[in-house]
Structures are given as C-alpha cells and as structure tokens.
C-alpha cells in the first residue's frame, strides 16, 4: 500500500469513527479487498458494508437490554417443562414471545399458581426471548421493586423513579404476594400499576387467586381497583400444579417419578370481581 492510501486509509478511519460506525471501520479493508478482486459493484459493496453495521448494532443493542433486563440466568423457553404445566400451550407462549399485539397495547400477563410450579422460570423465559426481539424488558421481584419506590417517595421523586420504568416495554413483577401487607408499600405499587394501566405491559407472578389480594392490598377498594386494572386488557395462565422442586425432591430420595395429577385451566371472556370472590375467580382475560 503506498502512503496515499496510508492517508487515506487513516482518514477514513477517521469519518468512520465521526460517524460512528465502529463495525465498518473494522470490516471495511476485508471487503473492500474482495470486492476488488469479485468486481463487485459500488451498491452491493455499500450494501454489504451496511448490513454488517446494522447486524452489529442490532447484537450490541441486545447485549445491552440483556444486561439490563436482570433476568435470572439459564431460564429458557427450551428448558421450562410444558409437559409438566399441560394448561399453557407452547404454540400460544411462543407466539406472544413476538411482542406484537399486547406490548403495542400496554396489556398484561398474569401467571397464577403455587409456589415450585414454574411461573418464575416460564416469566423470565417469556422476557429473554422478548429481549431477544427486541423489546425492553425489566425483571425484578416485586418486593424489591416496592422498597426502592418507597425511597422515591420519601425523597420526593416516585413519579420519576415510576417514569424511568416507561423505558421498559414489559416490566415483570416476580412474587407479588411476598409484598408486606403494609399501606405504604401497597400504595407505591397501586400507583406503578395505575401509572402503566394501557401503557406498558406488566407481567406478574402471584400465588393467591384474585379473591384473596386482600392479602396484598389492604384496602378492599384499592383492591378492587388494582385487579380491575390489571386484568382489564389482559392473558392470564393458571399453572395450578404440583411443584416441581418438590416432584424433584420426591424422585432423588425414591428413584422413581410418579405422575402429578394437574388441574385444568377454566377460561371465559370476561370476569367480575366483587369485595367476597372467592378463589375459583383467577379466570383467563383476552386481549
């Protein structure tokens, strides 16, 4: 290479760093090398130098939202045991792991069931393959989520600390009932609720059926008023299972696997909720 392009060569690497394609700037010799030798023309060398900075980009920016999303490690769609939790169909998960038609719409999904069940596991699988499309996804427990709003609120800045969650297109609140039946830790996450009602999306874990939130919220209207809104555009899959850490337990100390005996998920289009529902109400809403 004569020092002409040697020039040229560092002035371009110059532009490319202004212009901040990083991915060119490193590529660029290779392929222009072979589209000398290929003939390429100019377009499909453009062409070929663009798509590689875009592809780039495009894993750069996963790389950082999976970072940020905290997902619990090793929680995959490959590894959740569908077999096990009959009432919740893959083809259907699998589907809504797209994002089109309820992220775009601020609705919401409710994973119902006891603990060891897999709700946790299914939650953040939905939201790494959600990630993995490029969605926004925070996944926090509920409870941890709750004391930092209650800082926020003390320093006077929870509906800034409740706006910085817009950035998230689904936030995933794991174990709700585990929050404090308390009326200020309940009121911060009314507020996150009603701040993100037909906004953003919420997927949210839960043991007890909706019955039976007084536990959480223990204000019967706040009640009535935080499940009216959660379910009002919402999917809601009951996992009403046997544990699954205790069916692994039972295997390792007995050397066989019994079959679990599994409920069967009740559905209807639309719900009512009154001050004594009983537990029979945790029922599958539709977008």
Excluded: C
């Excluded at 020092?3 to 901040?20: G, M, P, T, Y």
């Excluded at 060398?45 to 894993?59: I, N």
């Excluded at 603990?115 to 490029?134: D, F, R, T």
């Excluded at 004391?147 to 609120?153: D, F, G, H, S, T």
Aim: glycine share 6%; hydrophobic share 45%; no cysteine.
């Amino acid at each position: 290479m004569t020092k002409a392009h040697n020039v040229d060569a560092q002035r371009l690497s110059f532009i490319l760093n202004e212009l901040r394609l990083p991915a060119i700037k490193v590529i660029w010799p290779e392929f222009t090398e072979r589209a000398d030798k290929e003939g390429w023309p100019a377009t499909r060398l453009l062409a070929a130098l663009t798509e590689h900075e875009m592809a780039e980009r495009d894993r750069r920016r996963i790389e950082r939202h999976l970072s940020e999303a905290r997902l619990p490690p090793g929680k995959t769609l490959d590894s959740f045991a569908f077999d096990a939790v009959p009432m919740v169909s893959r083809a259907q998960v699998t589907a809504m792991t797209s994002g089109d038609g309820w992220l775009e719409k601020g609705a919401n999904l409710i994973l119902f069931g006891p603990p060891g069940g897999g709700k946790s596991h299914l939650a953040a699988a939905i939201g790494l393959q959600l990630v993995q499309n490029g969605w926004r996804v925070l996944f926090t427990r509920t409870s941890e989520l709750v004391q930092k709003l209650q800082v926020a609120r003390r320093e006077l800045a929870l509906e800034s600390a409740i706006a910085k969650l817009d950035k998230y297109h689904l936030l995933i609140l794991d174990d709700l009932a585990y929050v404090a039946k308390d009326q200020a830790e309940t009121s911060v996450l009314f507020e996150l609720i009603s701040a993100r009602y037909e906004r953003r999306s919420m997927l949210i874990t839960v043991n007890q059926p909706f019955g039976e939130w007084n536990r959480v919220f223990p204000d019967p209207a706040m009640t009535l008023a935080a499940v009216d809104r959660l379910v009002h555009h919402a999917i809601i899959f009951e996992m009403n299972v046997e544990s699954y850490r205790r069916r692994a337990a039972l295997q390792r100390q007995t050397g066989a696997g019994g079959t679990p005996k599994y409920a069967t998920i009740k559905s209807i289009e639309k719900m009512s909720i009154s001050d004594n529902q009983s537990e029979e109400s945790p029922l599958p809403a539709t977008i």
